[in-house]
C-alpha cells in the first residue's frame, strides 16, 4: 500500500510539474532583415522578464516602470483616453483611406487594433505595413498609475493572463518584425490572427 501511494504521488508529481511547464508563456521577438536574410530571434519566458526587469534600473527604465517624459505628453491625459477606449463599445474608431495611405483605429472582442500601410514607401514590395493587436488587459496594465510612469512588470502579467497571440507585425523595405506570446520556448511562427 505504500509504494501504491508513494507511486500515486510521484505520477500526481510529476502530472502537475508537467502541467505547470506547459502554461508558461513566452514573449517572442522576431526581427527578419528582407535584405541579407539574418534573423534574430529572441523567446523570453514571462516569468524571467518579470524576475528580470525590476533589476533593470537605467536609464528611464527603473523598478520595473519606464518614465515617460512629460514633455511628449504635455497636453494630453493619456489615463483619460484609454479609459475611454476601455468603455467604448466594439467598432472602428478611426478610418482613413487615401490614395498612398490606410489608416485604422478599431476596438474588437477585447481587442485595441491599429493598421496603417503605407502605399508610397516601397512601392515594389506593397508598401509598408504596421499591424498593432493589443488585449484591452494590456492597454490596462500599461495605464501610468501616476502621470509619468507606465509598469512594466503589471504588463507581463497581463500577457501571462491574456491568451496566444500575435501582437505586433511590422513589414517594411529592409524587414519583418513580429512580436507575439505563446506556450512554445522555440521561436515557431506564430499564426495570424
Keep these: ?5 508513494q ?3 510521484l505520477v500526481c ?8 511547464a ?7 521577438v522576431r526581427v527578419t532583415s528582407t535584405s541579407d536574410k539574418e534573423v534574430v530571434s529572441v523567446n523570453v519566458p514571462l516569468s524571467l522578464a518579470e524576475k528580470v526587469i525590476p533589476a533593470i534600473n537605467h536609464g528611464k527604465l527603473n523598478q520595473g516602470k519606464v518614465c515617460i517624459d512629460n514633455k511628449d505628453l504635455k497636453d494630453i491625459d ?8 476601455k468603455t467604448a463599445p466594439d ?3 478611426v478610418t482613413v483611406q487615401e490614395k498612398d ?3 485604422r483605429v478599431a476596438k474588437s472582442k477585447g481587442n485595441l487594433i491599429v493598421h496603417v500601410l503605407d502605399k508610397q514607401s516601397n512601392k515594389e514590395k506593397g508598401g509598408e505595413k504596421v499591424d498593432v493587436t493589443v488585449p484591452m488587459t494590456l492597454v490596462n496594465a500599461l495605464m501610468p498609475t501616476d502621470k509619468h510612469e507606465i509598469d512594466l512588470v503589471a504588463a507581463i502579467h497581463a500577457l501571462s493572463a491574456s491568451g496566444e497571440k500575435l501582437i505586433v507585425s511590422v513589414h517594411d523595405a529592409e524587414d519583418d518584425v513580429k512580436v507575439w506570446v505563446d ?3 522555440g521561436s515557431n511562427e506564430p499564426s495570424a490572427e
Aim: glycine letters at 2%; charged letters at 20%; zero cysteines.
Design 1 to 5: 500500500m505504500r509504494r501504491l501511494l
Design 7 to 9: 507511486a500515486a504521488a
Design 13 to 20: 508529481l510529476l502530472t502537475t510539474a508537467t502541467f505547470a
Design 22 to 28: 506547459s502554461n508558461e508563456k513566452y514573449l517572442h
Design 78 to 85: 493619456l489615463k483619460a483616453i484609454l479609459d475611454a477606449v
Design 91 to 93: 467598432g472602428e474608431f
Design 101 to 103: 495611405q490606410e489608416v
Design 183 to 185: 506556450n512554445e520556448s
